[in-house]
């Protein structure tokens, strides 16, 4: 699907150093405040968790950030190692957990077929609501303070998961869109393997076949801003340059998120 038909206008700029110092601060209090002094980070190697990681080595020090890694047979290599290697570069404590049994004996209980695109979908699910219930279980056993790595982008488009809590997660990335999280990870010299990791798409069918997934990232936070923080009209929004198909298909999806909230 083609994304744009014309360059279309750039997200306003961010004070990164500004920005940093902000999230530090808040995480310094938001950690204060609940009293325990150590956080449990969910360690993927992807770009919002290694960043909301290294800002919590920032604003606590290593000795206080503890992560864990959800593994499944689905995952690649590549998504195992970067786990590692990020846990290796901020010097923090990472335990290492396998859950391929756990969702496939809840993807058997639910019929979820083993093929085609629905199947896919639900899966990707299942593991990633999986994952949160065993963060939210793990940091209360261990007496620590979880945080979630959630960004403006996925709050927006409805791909947040919160399982089976009354206290709220605290969500220090949450007012910010992804094309500003891969900004932080470039200032915080993040390794460069999360830092070209490509974004995944898995609790979403967005139609970004024939482009590469940053871009499409940056385009759909680029529709986003306009739409809710500059209240363009659909119409408008199509005329910035972006693809019909595409600005339906984000609009959307920010509609049902929306409904639902």
């Not at 956080?39 to 290694?50: E, F, K, N, P, Q």
Request: aromatic share 6%; hydrophobic share 40%; with cysteine.
């Amino acid at each position: 699907m083609v994304i744009r038909t014309k360059e279309t206008p750039k997200l306003p700029e961010i004070n990164v150093p500004r920005v940093l110092h902000k999230l530090i601060s808040e995480i310094k209090a938001t950690v204060s405040a609940c009293k325990k002094g150590k956080v449990l980070l969910a360690v993927s190697g992807g770009t919002d968790t290694s960043v909301l990681a290294d800002l919590c080595c920032r604003a606590l020090g290593s000795d206080s950030v503890y992560g864990l890694q959800m593994t499944h047979s689905c995952d690649t290599e590549l998504q195992t190692k970067d786990g590692a290697i990020l846990a290796r570069h901020l010097r923090i404590r990472m335990r290492k957990m396998e859950i391929t049994p756990p969702v496939e004996l809840l993807a058997e209980m639910l019929r979820v077929p083993f093929h085609g695109e629905e199947a896919q979908l639900r899966r990707y699910q299942i593991i990633d609501r999986l994952r949160m219930m065993i963060m939210l279980d793990v940091a209360e056993q261990e007496g620590m303070h979880h945080l979630s790595a959630l960004n403006l982008t996925e709050q927006l488009l409805g791909l947040g998961v919160v399982c089976g809590t009354f206290a709220p997660v605290a969500q220090p990335l949450s007012q910010l869109y992804k094309t500003y999280i891969f900004e932080l990870a470039d200032y915080l010299g993040l390794p460069e393997q999360i830092r070209i990791r490509q974004p995944s798409f898995e609790l979403w069918r967005c139609p970004i076949e024939g482009s590469e997934p940053r871009e499409v990232i940056r385009e759909i936070d680029k529709v986003l801003y306009l739409r809710t923080e500059r209240n363009f009209t659909p119409s408008k929004i199509k005329r910035a340059g972006f693809a019909p198909r595409f600005v339906s298909s984000i609009l959307k999806r920010l509609s049902e998120a929306h409904a639902t909230q």
